[in-house]
């Protein structure tokens, strides 16, 4: 149980993809700053991702390696699909963005695959929980950053880049060994 959840808030605080990888950041960037659209665009690619990790687990032993990325294309972008028929609207511009992160994290995931697939699964949730976790912090040091004077060379993406840095570097504190 313990080894269960150090695995996750290892995957959300230390390991995560969005922050320390790099991986899927795009949406952090500029992002809308409402809570209920970052919630869920959160936990959108938390759920896609799970399950894309674990069909991905699933069809490792079946197919070679280069088949592999063809199989995650188009199982992320079915499985975005039916969330968005599940949903019963259309998810206009959050298509590619779920797509991509959930394809970019379960490929991350795949790549150092453990061999059960609970641990894969873990591995996801925490993935995807980090990336939630991302997205809430970077919008509240948006919020923060607004209000601040800025000389004219910072405003924008160059203190959106600084911020998700510090950011990164404040969870690299974080260490479960």
Known sequence: MKETILLILGFVLVNNYALTAYLGLTPLLGFSRQRDKILALGLS?????????????????????YWQLLAAAVLVLALVYLLQLLLGKKLGLWFP???????????????????????????????????????????GVQDRIEEQHLPKAFRGFPIQILAAAIVALALTAFNFQ
């Open 45 to 65: 690619v938390t759920g896609v991702t799970l399950l894309l990790s674990a069909l991905l687990w699933l069809l490792r032993a079946l197919l070679p390696a």
């Open 97 to 139: 963005v779920i797509a991509l992160n959930s394809a970019v994290f379960a490929l991350a995931l795949n790549v150092a695959a453990a061999e059960e697939l609970l641990t894969v699964i873990l591995s996801a949730l925490g993935v995807g929980l980090g990336f939630l976790l991302a997205l809430f912090l970077l919008s």
